[in-house]
């Protein structure tokens, strides 16, 4: 059964990533529809798959980081505004019965994302 998963970490910090909130959305052409909305926990990680089963088919996805909340309340360095504040991440879903795991590598000035397994 496919399935969609991220995780998150902080690599300014050296830490998992927690309490970072994250919408789902699928991409349709001009329509965004948002599918839903999570929070890492103290792993970094979602309790339970983003989307799996009949709600993971292909098409084209965003994941919507909420880097900003998250830096700020982690008291990160950086001027007002953040630099980084919504990353949003979209990608594609060739074959939906396949685990498309898309983490996040984050810091207050940058982030990379990788399609990892």
């Known amino acids: 059964?496919?399935?969609?998963?991220?995780?998150?970490?902080d690599t300014?910090?050296?830490?998992?990533?927690?309490?970072?909130?994250i919408e789902i959305f699928r991409?349709?052409?001009d329509t965004r529809t948002r599918l839903g909305e999570v929070h890492t926990n103290d792993d970094g990680r979602c309790d339970a798959p983003l989307l799996e089963g009949e709600a993971f088919t292909a098409g084209e996805y965003e994941l919507l980081f909420h880097a900003g909340e998250?830096?700020?309340?982690?008291?990160?360095?950086?001027?007002?505004?953040?630099f980084l504040d919504r990353i949003p991440l979209r990608f594609g879903v060739a074959d939906a019965e396949a685990h498309y795991h898309v983490p996040l590598l984050?810091?207050?000035y940058g982030y990379s994302t990788y399609r990892g397994s």
Do not use: F, I, K, Q
């Open 106 to 108: 984050l810091s207050p």
């Open 27 to 29: 991409l349709e052409g």
């Open 1 to 9: 059964m496919g399935r969609l998963t991220t995780h998150v970490l």
């Open 12 to 21: 300014a910090r050296g830490t998992p990533g927690s309490n970072l909130r």
């Open 70 to 82: 998250y830096l700020d309340a982690c008291r990160a360095p950086g001027a007002s505004p953040r």
